[in-house]
């Protein structure tokens, strides 16, 4: 079992950063792919980034160049840095594992799911 807390959300205006943090439990930590999910009101989960066991990367066409994932295996901790922050990407972000080494886009392919953190950009 693994348990997912995000943290770090909040209200930003357009153009700031903001750091979001998902702490893992759990000893698969290191063996499994993780992902950035978010969701706006009346709209589905939409994938915004992925990181796999050897820290190969994929975003979303809408924030690749403005977010970064990253992970501390040490800390069991996955962060998604989000700079130029714009008012589309206001949502509730989702932290999401992966039993696996390989990362992937859709949100079926992930097996436990955090809580959710919120984060609004005023423009």
């Known amino acids: 079992q693994v348990q997912l807390v995000e943290s770090g959300g909040g209200l930003v205006q357009a153009g700031d950063s903001l750091r979001l943090s998902c702490a893992a439990s759990g000893r698969t930590f290191s063996r499994s792919a993780m992902g950035w999910f978010r969701q706006a009101p009346g709209k589905e989960r939409e994938f915004v980034a992925a990181?796999?066991?050897?820290?190969?990367?994929i975003y979303a066409d809408s924030v690749k160049g403005r977010f970064i994932i990253s992970r501390d295996n040490a800390k069991t901790t996955v962060y998604l840095q989000m700079n130029s922050l714009k008012s589309e990407d206001t949502a509730v972000y989702y932290c999401?594992?992966?039993?696996?080494?390989?990362?992937?886009?859709?949100?079926?392919?992930?097996?436990?799911w955090g809580q959710g953190t919120q984060v609004t950009v005023s423009s």
């Open positions: 990181i796999n066991w050897s820290d190969s990367t």
């Open positions: 999401a594992a992966r039993i696996g080494t390989t990362s992937y886009r859709s949100p079926l392919r992930y097996d436990y």
